[in-house]
């Protein structure tokens, strides 16, 4: 499986602009980049993916690299309810499926 | 749309004893997922369901983890006999073979502790 380098936690400010990175040197030309987040007490929910091109959507951005060894989920505005823990998954399929393999993900503190 | 639905919410049992858990998905979707979630690591797949046959059961303990998922709807994960180290939240997950986005809807999860 293919893997992904998270700082472990990061903490930001609401209503200011949050960037977390991801590292995924070992990438092939077919892995899609996905990203999920965990609030607590709940399961993962889908936060945005991507392949090549920066990506948007009403709850984030995408930013990837050039060489797609890494990639950074931007919270364009915290709030408070954005604290959770962030995957970031490189999707693998396997026999035809998807999988996703976590990782430890980050844990983003939010400041009021 | 109705999400991802599980039961029991919680569970206590002693080592030993045995345990099921329920998992209805998102109506119409294909593909289910069951997940084991330690206490501060991130969730690890332990099978994955297509309609009602097995994709991937590479980490399923198969001398006391069972799964099943009958008609390709409801599935239901059984372990016995439990052990301390299987305390955890159990995920169920669901995704539709119709999404580009391959994307995975997760239900609430299944606390177990094993005293």
């Known amino acids: 499986d293919a893997k992904t380098t998270q700082p472990n936690s990061m903490e930001s400010n609401e209503e200011e602009p949050v960037h977390l990175p991801c590292n995924h040197s070992t990438i092939s030309g077919t892995d899609y980049i996905h990203w999920y987040r965990q609030l607590p007490s709940q399961g993962p929910e889908y936060v945005i993916h991507g392949l090549t091109s920066n990506v948007n959507n009403r709850m984030a951005s995408l930013a990837i690299a050039e060489d797609r060894k890494s990639s950074t989920l931007i919270l364009h505005r915290a709030t408070l309810r954005d604290a959770a823990v962030y995957y970031c998954i490189l999707r693998d399929v396997v026999r035809g499926a998807q999988k996703l393999v976590f990782g430890q993900g980050t844990r983003l503190t939010i400041n009021p | 749309e109705a999400g991802v639905a599980q039961s029991p919410r919680y569970k206590i049992i002693e080592k030993r004893q045995s345990v099921a858990f329920w998992c209805n998905p998102i109506?119409?979707?294909?593909?289910l997922y069951w997940y084991q979630q330690i206490l501060g690591q991130g969730p690890k797949l332990l099978i994955q369901?297509?309609?009602?046959?097995?994709?991937?059961d590479s980490q399923l303990p198969k001398d006391r983890f069972s799964a099943e998922r009958l008609k390709g709807v409801d599935s239901t994960l059984k372990i016995q006999p439990a052990k301390l180290e299987d305390s955890a939240v159990y995920l169920c997950?669901?995704?539709?073979?119709?999404?580009?986005?391959?994307?995975?809807?997760f239900g609430p999860g299944t606390r177990l502790t094993v005293t």
């Open positions: 997950a669901s995704s539709s073979l119709g999404l580009v986005s391959y994307e995975q809807y």
């Open positions: 369901f297509q309609n009602n046959g097995v994709v991937d």
């Open positions: 109506s119409g979707h294909a593909t």
